[in-house]
């Protein structure tokens, strides 16, 4: 099976910038897709295909993939982007994987 | 505009099934596939299956199968994830997710539904 790997939590103060991390257990390449999920909300695609933002997605949110590792980027973080977030593949045409999120806290 | 909307919360006792229901609208529902994703309580994203819409073909999370069945219905733009023999650890928030498309044809898990609580007690 695919498995994909996320630090349970990151802290970033203010105005700093946050980064996490999907590491993945098998070779060959894969797209990333990141969601975030508020509090007590449903999840939000912010980045797709490892690089791309959606439509009203800031752009302080950005990506990058190398090798075994997907990053999220957050620029300048505020308390608004505390949430969940989950590093997603697709194990073939339709099946998914999700990693097991990672808590952004912003202290 | 898109929109998937999901019924409300279930209360169910061990044993029972449960039945959710996905409604689209905004566009054409035979074309896109909806996906399912379950979250218990304060865990992550578990994937639960898919449908095609236009088919009514499935895949399921091997976990699942046996014991969840996807169907869907045209006339009502209506999918529906089924779950039988529920237990407590089946207490969850129930997401439907549909998928739309980059400019390339690449599927992304672009909009996602509100959730339904589903609850398993005795």
């Known amino acids: 099976s695919y498995d994909v790997i996320q630090p349970l939590s990151v802290s970033v103060a203010p105005g700093q910038t946050a980064r996490i991390t999907c590491g993945r257990n098998n070779t060959g390449t894969k797209n990333v897709h990141w969601h975030q999920q508020r509090p007590g909300q449903a999840p939000v695609l912010v980045i797709y295909r490892d690089t791309n933002r959606p439509s009203g997605i800031p752009e302080r949110f950005s990506g990058s993939n190398s090798g075994n590792t997907a990053t999220l980027t957050i620029s300048r973080a505020q308390a608004g982007d505390e949430a969940d977030y989950y590093c997603?593949?697709?194990?073939?045409?339709?099946?998914?994987?999700f990693g097991g999120g990672t808590k952004l806290t912003v202290l | 505009q898109v929109q998937v909307v999901q019924s409300g919360a279930e209360v169910k006792k061990p044993g029972a099934s449960v039945k959710v229901s996905c409604k689209a609208s905004g566009y054409t529902f035979v074309n896109y596939y909806i996906h399912w994703v379950r979250q218990a309580p304060g865990q992550g994203l578990e994937w639960m299956g898919v449908i095609n819409p236009s088919a009514g073909s499935t895949t399921y999370a091997q976990k699942f199968q046996g014991r969840v069945a996807m169907t869907r219905d045209t006339s009502t733009s209506t999918v529906y994830m089924e779950l039988s023999s529920l237990r407590s650890e089946d207490t969850a928030i129930y997401y439907c997710a549909r998928v739309n498309y980059d400019k390339s044809g690449y599927p992304l898990l672009g909009y996602w539904g509100q959730g339904t609580l589903v609850s398993v007690s005795s």
């Open positions: 997603q593949v697709w194990d073939s045409n339709t099946v998914v994987v």
